[in-house]
């Protein structure tokens, strides 16, 4: 059975968007654009209404992204009653996190995964952590390394890595001049410029800090990723907020500075996330047991 042609779909529905849609399955705009061709053709309807800076799912659309969705979670579930019968596992698992993650957790875990299941082909992909959680909740993903909420998600599953706590961190550029705060909670905060995460648990901690002081932040920029903000840093655009763990493996951790007098924010409570009925695939339950 083949359903690369629903799975691009359903990435295009979720996207919107054919370059980014291409971009991340990987393959050319053109090849996307003839794969839905095809499948409208198949169905004979029309699943999208395009023009040049917007694509809409018509109700057909919208209908067969509901089916696709159920007859692919039906044919994983399927393909993983196969596999509980045979003797090499093989197949496909999905992993995302950030860059940081991958080098500080994934090596060893990944190097020994492989050694035991060399039949199991491993997709890795890196980005901004904060969305890491909704990917895997969406079915984009297998597998997230990410900040445990103070809430977690119905049907599933973290395991944690470590814990690290959340450092102020500033340039070491004599250019950049701020008056460092005498407390957490000093007006002053509001005159530094601040670089922080636009989504995720750090923001939802700074945002709660800043209500209960009371404080109007200077917002410099808001970007994905924390090895984002500690380059922006470095450069000298403001003051930021990270996991210690991130500052430790930055290339540019010499270039900037924990500062003092600052609020303490709960800790950074990372692990892996999958949802808890995809343990039941015998892939992910082998890649989870191995942690």
């Known amino acids: 059975m083949d359903t690369q042609s629903l799975k691009l779909f359903l990435q295009l529905a979720d996207h919107l968007h054919f370059g980014r849609t291409s971009e991340a399955c990987h393959i050319s705009t053109s090849t996307l654009s003839r794969s839905i061709q095809k499948l409208e053709q198949d169905l004979g309807v029309q699943l ?6 917007s694509v809409l799912l018509t109700h057909q659309g919208q209908k067969l992204q509901t089916y696709a969705r159920d007859l692919l979670q039906q044919w994983d579930s399927f393909h993983d009653s196969l596999l509980e019968s045979a003797q090499e596992l093989r197949g496909e698992i999905s992993i995302y996190c950030s860059v940081t993650a991958s080098y500080s957790f994934l090596h060893d875990i990944l190097s020994q995964f492989r050694r035991e299941h060399p039949s199991i082909e491993i997709v890795l992909h890196t980005g901004d952590p904060a969305p890491g959680i909704a990917r895997v909740l969406s079915g984009k993903e297998d597998i997230t390394i990410a900040a445990k909420p103070e809430k977690l998600p119905t049907g599933l599953a973290f395991r944690r890595i470590t814990v690290s706590p959340l450092v102020f961190i500033a340039p070491k550029l004599k250019k950049f001049e701020y008056r460092q705060p005498q407390s957490d909670c000093s007006q002053e905060w509001a005159d530094i410029p601040m670089i922080l995460s636009e989504e995720g648990p750090i923001r939802v901690h700074i945002n709660h800090w800043l209500n209960q002081a009371d404080i109007l932040p200077n917002i410099y920029a808001q970007v994905a990723g924390h090895e984002a903000i500690v380059s922006m840093v470095s450069l000298g655009f403001g003051v930021g907020v990270v996991p210690k763990i ?9 270039r900037v500075q924990i500062m003092s007098n600052t609020p303490t924010l709960p800790s950074y409570d990372v692990g892996f ?16 047991s191995q942690l």
Do not use: G, M, Q, Y
């Open 48 to 53: 999208l209404e395009r023009d040049n800076r």
């Open 246 to 254: 991130v500052l430790d493996n930055s290339p540019l951790k010499n």
């Open 273 to 288: 996330c999958t949802l808890n009925k995809r343990l039941k695939s015998p892939i992910i339950k082998a890649f989870w």
